[in-house]
């Protein structure tokens, strides 16, 4: 009967039971050692030389769906070998020496961590919220082994960064998007750090990745570059047509301003219609769009480059998609009087190269994104975090699949 108590429970082959105590929400069952000599890890000799006896040590194996904790309790003992009087303690691969939980347990803490605060499962386990983010701190990785993908063909990274607590505060996602997997989080969006990541990967993986989508980042870009010259860079065609969008919209905040100072009062120029593309609009809100951009050059022009971006991404070829970009930067050429016109034709030229990209292999940081959905709902369920190192452990738990949860332990 002790035999199935223990293979139910999971306790450690190395005890075995000698009585269960049930004292109100608390279980707790009494171990002992199952051998009498052990290995001396010194020099390997067998010994049973009791040095010391600590009496008993306990420690949180399960809790219960009714919160009900079931500890276990085992005698605390160091020995000293005859040979070489080496003196150490009885351990258990099971229990980890600094800790007062089980690995079982701890395992358990972290897969409910991966959808709750701090805060609420260190209520759930009996334990501070500072122990559990030490535990946190110490035991978990914010990137993934690279060796889940030895046996992928090839490996597509996708690049996008997330905000921790405002602009000052940025995070960087890491996500292969062949198999949707996140990769890594790192605790900072600058060049630097993102530099150090493409250098630690190993070099079987290196050779596999030939994709890498980024946003109009020339940090990021001159990084792969460096690391990886081999690679095809692609500028994501969501953060080129929101490029195109922010530009137009700086256009309309110009023409709010203007209007302003010529007539003494303001006047409301609606961004969402302007952000709309033109196949959308219907009825009275293309009557309005006609009505704002006949009123204003500056805001028609940039709208017309706007859609000829959106009409970009709807080639079918490599080649017709060059032959559209090159219109429309030969177009933007003419306009030599309009300075911000002038910048974003450099900016399309400095990124062309990338943009046609795209259209090789139709690659997209859509996955990305979708990740960067559920980034904001641990956000929310985490109640924030000041401490980077713990953040990027923290979001890596919750985005991993349960089948990869061992890679991400130290």
Avoid at 83 to 107: A, D, E, G, N, Y
Wanted: proline share 3%; with cysteine.
């Amino acid at each position: 009967m002790q035999k199935q108590i223990q293979k139910l429970l999971n306790i450690d082959d190395n005890f075995s039971i000698k009585d269960i105590k049930v004292q109100g929400e608390e279980s707790i069952i009494f171990c002992e050692w199952k051998r009498s000599s052990y290995l001396c890890p010194e020099c390997g000799e067998k010994t049973k030389t009791i040095h010391q006896y600590h009496g008993r040590r306990k420690v949180l194996h399960e809790i219960k769906s009714d919160r009900k904790r079931i500890y276990i309790s085992y005698p605390n003992i160091r020995l000293k070998c005859t040979k070489c009087s080496k003196v150490f303690t009885l351990r258990s691969k099971s229990i980890f020496p600094w800790l007062r939980v089980t690995s079982f347990m701890l395992l358990s803490i972290l897969d409910r961590l991966r959808s709750s605060s701090f805060k609420q499962v260190a209520n759930l386990c009996g334990i501070s919220p500072t122990t559990l983010r030490k535990y946190a701190r110490i035991l978990l990785k914010n990137e993934l082994d690279w060796r889940i993908f030895q046996n992928q063909e090839k490996i597509r990274l996708g690049i996008d960064e997330h905000s921790i607590s405002g602009r000052k505060k940025m995070a960087l996602l890491v996500v292969e998007l062949v198999s949707s997997t996140p990769i890594a989080v790192l605790y900072t969006h600058k060049k630097e750090e993102f530099l150090r990541f493409l250098d630690t990967i190993p070099s079987y993986a290196k050779r596999k990745i030939d994709e890498v989508v980024i946003d109009l980042n020339q940090g990021y870009k001159n990084a792969i570059r460096k690391a990886l010259p081999q690679v095809r860079v692609v500028a994501d065609p969501f953060h080129v047509v929101r490029d195109a969008n922010k530009r137009l919209d700086d256009e309309r905040r110009i023409a709010e301003e203007v209007y302003f100072v010529l007539e003494g009062r303001r006047i409301r120029i609606p961004k969402r219609l302007l952000m709309m593309g033109q196949e959308k609009l219907r009825g009275r809100k293309k009557q309005k769009v006609d009505e704002i951009l006949s009123q204003h050059d500056n805001i028609r022009v940039f709208y017309h480059f706007k859609e000829r971006i959106r009409s970009l991404y709807k080639a079918t070829t490599y080649t017709e998609a060059e032959r559209i970009l090159e219109g429309i930067i030969e177009e933007m050429r003419s306009y030599k009087m309009w300075p911000a016109l002038r910048r974003w034709q450099r900016s399309l030229e400095r990124w062309k190269e990338e943009i046609l990209n795209h259209f090789i292999s139709k690659s997209s940081n859509g996955k990305v994104e979708g990740y960067n959905v559920v980034v904001k709902l641990l956000k929310r369920i985490s109640f924030g975090m000041r401490n980077t190192e713990l953040y990027a452990k923290k979001i890596m738990l919750g985005l991993v699949p349960m089948k990869f949860s061992p890679q991400i332990l130290t």
